[in-house]
């Protein structure tokens, strides 16, 4: 399907795959309404791209009245599809993980883009054809020490995703929940990179994530789309067998622990997809 033409809306404009996402989108020749939190990135941001045509819009999905603006910006714009790229990480024990760390996790990764999606879907059935792709996690299927409420949340946003393809089967709407492997952005503290060194953890650009999306957006039907291998392969396994997932995660165990237990834990306000 060409998307060419195609009015976007991208929130977590300004993260390390937001943004990557943006100018894969802009250089495809979409149109697009990008929002963050800070006024100033997203007009960095724009004026790097090559469409002059794009909107943004400085806003806290994590509000009733930032979604509320979002919704009022992406009527006026006439979207026909809603990339989902709000994010935040985690690396750190439980029982580090206090109660604000918890809720910042779960309104990030998985009530803003419940209410995002729920504000925009009138909208976007009003449309010929539309597309809203939610961006997870391969964490989103696996279980990951150091990430306890990051996968809940992706967990949940994956589920969330597959509930809303089936209820939206008989619609104009297709459904993707799409998941990236480690990827490097900003997102990540140097613990993080260190560890996924030491672990020999694959880990992509940014830019290769954005262009497996504008693929997805594409392809002319529901799906999920998992990035990476063995990663892929072990999100089978973790569905079919997980036994032989734990094991093979418990001998990575002491050293994830060596990570997530060194200084202070992860200030997770400063690691936000904006």
Known sequence: ??????????TGATGGIGSAIARALDAAGCRLLLTGRSAAKLTTLASGLQGRDHVTLAADLTSRAGVEQLGAAAAQFSASALVNCLGVNQLSALDDTNYSDVDQIIATNLTAPINVCSTLLPLLQSREKATIINVGSILGSIG????????ASKFGLRGFTEALRRELADSKVKVVYFAPRATNTELNSDRARQMNQELGNAVDS?????QQLVSAL????????????????????N?????????????QLATIKRYYR??????????RAS
């Open 206 to 210: 940014p830019e290769w994530v954005a």
């Open 262 to 271: 060194v200084g202070q834990p992860l200030d997770i306000s400063n690691r």
């Open 239 to 251: 569905g079919l067998l997980p036994s032989v997932v734990d094991s093979a995660l418990f001998r």
């Open 218 to 237: 594409e392809v002319d039907k529901s799906l999920n789309r998992y990035l990476g291998w063995p990663e892929r392969f072990f999100v089978g396994l």
């Open 1 to 10: 399907m060409a998307i060419t033409g195609k009015n976007v809306v991208v």
């Open 144 to 151: 990951y020490a150091g990430s306890t409420v990051y996968c």
